[in-house]
């Protein structure tokens, strides 16, 4: 959600944006001895500064929604960065729930079809996008989400699926991933019996494969189909597949595991695998196999053996971000795929219609056994809800979910906040209004995608630049025109890093210089001025990463490759200018290089803190009391190290000081500010 932040300039603080379970803000001290030109401040005076919601309210991100049989208004979904939210009203308006836990990002939620007061949440998203964000373990509440209390699997970080025995609300099976960026212990499939007091890892194939799915059959809880997936995330690369992946079936409830190979499933190295178990015929199981020859599977004798029903590419494509397939419960030929399209299938597989959902990217989707016209869908746009079996769908315009990159402010009064949201649009919205409510009147599309910084003209707040990718836009509100500003206009997609003239990151930096508002800068693996808003860039450094080119080759693999600027690495992923000197720039790298200019570009050196390598530096802070004082950011959790980097220099970078102490470990951080 979009805050603001109002700093009182006369003092000297830090603000940590530290990633924990959840965003956190933290204050920090900069110097014990406040400076001699600030006043004394009564600190009582900070405790005015309140948190308000101001939106927008358009959903983000979310994988799991759970409908409650015999309750035909009351859903719950799971938000990957807004936590657990629930509607009694049937979407019309949804209250968090999740508010006062640790963690936000939830990657399933299931309730006991025996005891709906009891729910269970697999905290931190599967989905293995750049951003994923990871969990803290399960959750249970038995008073249909108003407590919540954590039940372990602390370590397992990413959650795929949860499922309970449809008579025994302690009997729980959950498909735990385990660390994305990393080899980890406590990841596969898990079982309790006793309502998580005690777990037990019942199925695990090594460090690097974990749980992605699990299902019970509603009519014989001793019949269990899991899947588990190889895979890891680097910064500069994704792989999905390898030989820990597989498909497994158990007759004894999760207690013991045979794997499923052969008779009909495809050979060779398999990727990310989808079940499903028809609830109106418990022979019928489905499967979406991510592989060379994968597709849809579908088994008519509890999964002896199997055919490929379809291997339409709409069903494949990003097979490690989808691959999620659901069985009705009444009809055994109906079965739904979930891609950038939810897609429903009437004969067994063999041919689908596009439903008309809410927005796309489909990840989760709960079907009422006791009438399949209810339907919960959870997407990239949030949660809706259809009671004519996806005709029509609930709004999701009223779900402060999103996730927001970089956030900007103009110099109105009262002002306007500005900021990216994933798999939308960027975004303009008032700080406040005459009315005393901010709605849909009060924000606007601001011309540019989904990643990136939004940044309005100091002096015109109506020129809005942004950037998205590579491509960097000039929009004018009251014209409602838009023009192309980028350094390199070219579409690199499904192109390796390593083959582009410039490698431009999914993020890249922007601004507007704060001596020049004529002067804009960005950065690919250089820096880029342009000192006529745009209309032309000159090149002002040459390469200031490590160049590595092992690490700027396609991304992807071994089945398929996925290659966007997601992956593309030896960026400069950071970039600040000098409040106090003219033409003294700091550049920062997502491969752990800091270089500083103090003549707009002219010469360059390299001021590195001494650090751990490969580091992405998040965020630099250039000084707006001292010219040659600056902060450094440094983030290494997709290297699976969650412990917090952050830098202090008070002589442009000859010498750096760690100044992390208060920051507890495992909070990484983002981004620090005085």
């Known amino acids: 959600m979009f805050v603001p932040l109002i700093l009182f300039r006369p003092v000297r603080f830090l603000l940590v944006g530290v990633s924990t379970a959840a965003?956190?803000?933290?204050?920090?001290?900069?110097?014990?001895?406040?400076?001699?030109?600030?006043?004394a401040i009564d600190q009582k005076l900070f405790g005015g500064?309140?948190?308000?919601?101001?939106?927008?309210?358009?959903?983000?991100?979310?994988?799991?929604?759970?409908?409650?049989?015999?309750?035909?208004?009351?859903?719950?979904?799971?938000?990957?960065?807004?936590g657990v939210w629930k509607t009694t009203d049937?979407?019309?308006?949804?209250?968090?729930?999740?508010?006062?836990?640790a963690i936000s990002s939830i990657g399933a939620i299931a309730l006991a079809?025996?005891?709906?007061?009891?729910?269970?949440?697999?905290?931190?998203?599967?989905?293995?996008?750049?951003?994923?964000?990871y969990g803290a373990g399960m959750y249970k509440s038995s008073d249909a989400g108003?407590?919540?209390?954590?039940?372990?699997?602390?370590d397992s970080r990413q959650i795929g699926r949860v499922v309970v025995d449809p008579?025994?609300?302690?009997?729980?099976?959950?498909?735990?991933?385990g660390h994305?960026?990393?080899?980890?212990?406590?990841?596969?499939?898990?079982?309790?019996?006793?309502?998580?007091?005690?777990?037990?890892?019942?199925?695990?194939?090594?460090?690097?494969t974990g749980g992605i799915d699990v299902v019970i059959d509603p009519h014989n809880s001793n019949l269990v189909f899991a899947a588990l997936w190889q895979a890891r995330r680097q910064p500069w690369n994704f792989s999905s597949g390898g030989p820990g992946s597989g498909l497994y079936r158990s007759e004894d409830g999760g207690v013991t595991w045979k794997q499923l190979q052969g008779n009909g499933l495809p050979d060779g190295i398999l990727g990310r695998i989808g079940v499903a178990i028809s609830g109106a015929d418990s022979d019928r199981v489905y499967a979406i196999v991510e592989a060379k020859e994968g597709g849809i599977f579908r088994s008519e004798d509890g999964g002896g053996k199997w055919t490929r029903v379809n291997d339409d590419g709409r069903f494949r494509q990003r097979a490690w971000y989808f691959s999620n397939i659901f069985a009705d419960p009444k009809a055994p030929d109906t079965v739904y795929v979930l891609n950038t399209g939810l897609f429903r299938s009437v004969d067994g597989g063999k041919t689908f219609t596009l439903l008309p959902a809410r927005h796309g990217d489909h990840h989760g989707l709960w079907i009422d056994p006791e009438n399949p016209q209810r339907i919960g869908n959870a997407n990239d746009g949030g949660a809706s809800v259809s009671m004519d079996g996806g005709k029509t769908w609930t709004t999701q315009g009223n779900q402060p979910t999103a996730q927001f990159y970089h956030v900007a402010v103009d110099n109105a009064f009262p002002y306007h906040i500005y900021g990216a949201q994933q798999d939308n649009s960027n975004v303009c919205i008032a700080s406040r209004t005459d009315t005393g409510i901010i709605g849909p009147q009060d924000w606007y599309p601001a011309g540019g995608g989904?990643?990136?910084?939004?940044?309005?003209?100091?002096?015109?707040?109506h020129i809005i630049y942004s950037n998205n990718e590579g491509f960097l836009t000039r929009y004018d509100k009251n014209k409602e025109q838009y023009q192309d500003l980028s350094v390199l206009p070219l579409d690199n997609s499904g192109h390796g890093a390593a083959d582009n003239i410039h490698r431009f990151q999914w993020v890249s930096p922007l601004l507007i210089s704060a001596h020049d508002p004529e002067t804009i800068y960005t950065a690919g693996e250089a820096v880029f001025r342009s000192t006529d808003h745009g209309q032309s860039w000159a090149q002002i450094s040459g390469d200031l990463t490590r160049n590595d080119k092992s690490k700027q080759q396609p991304s992807g693999g071994p089945i398929q490759l996925d290659i966007t600027s997601v992956e593309y690495y030896d960026t400069v992923f950071a970039l600040a200018e000098s409040p106090k000197r003219k033409g003294m720039l700091w550049a920062g790298t997502d491969d752990g290089l800091v270089h500083v200019t103090t003549d707009d570009g002219a010469h360059w050196a390299n001021v590195s803190p001494k650090m751990p390598e490969w580091g992405t530096v998040d965020l630099i802070e250039a000084s707006p009391h001292d010219a040659n004082t600056a902060y450094v950011a440094v983030d290494r959790h997709r290297l699976d190290d969650l412990k917090p980097y952050i830098y202090k220099t008070a002589n442009a970078g000859k010498t750096w000081t760690a100044i992390t102490s208060g920051i507890p470990e495992g909070a990484f951080v983002r981004a620090v500010r005085e």
Not at 90 to 95: E, L, R, S, V
Not at 113 to 133: K, Q, W
Not at 146 to 154: F, S, V, Y
Not at 167 to 177: E, M, Q, S
Request: proline share 8%; glycine share 14%.
């Open 23 to 39: 965003l956190l803000l933290s204050v920090v001290a900069a110097d014990p001895t406040p400076s001699a030109a600030a006043p």
């Open 49 to 82: 500064m309140k948190w308000r919601q101001v939106g927008p309210f358009r959903g983000g991100r979310a994988l799991a929604i759970e409908g409650v049989p015999g309750e035909p208004n009351t859903y719950y979904f799971g938000g990957v960065a807004g």
């Open 90 to 101: 049937g979407g019309a308006n949804w209250t968090p729930l999740f508010d006062k836990e």
């Open 113 to 133: 079809p025996s005891d709906h007061n009891i729910v269970y949440v697999g905290t931190g998203e599967a989905a293995m996008r750049g951003n994923v964000t």
């Open 146 to 154: 108003k407590t919540w209390t954590n039940i372990g699997l602390k």
């Open 167 to 177: 008579k025994n609300p302690d009997v729980v099976l959950v498909a735990a991933f």
């Open 180 to 208: 994305a960026f990393g080899p980890n212990q406590e990841r596969g499939i898990f079982r309790t019996s006793d309502g998580g007091k005690t777990w037990a890892k019942v199925l695990y194939k090594d460090e690097n």
């Open 450 to 461: 989904e990643c990136g910084f939004v940044i309005p003209d100091p002096r015109d707040r």
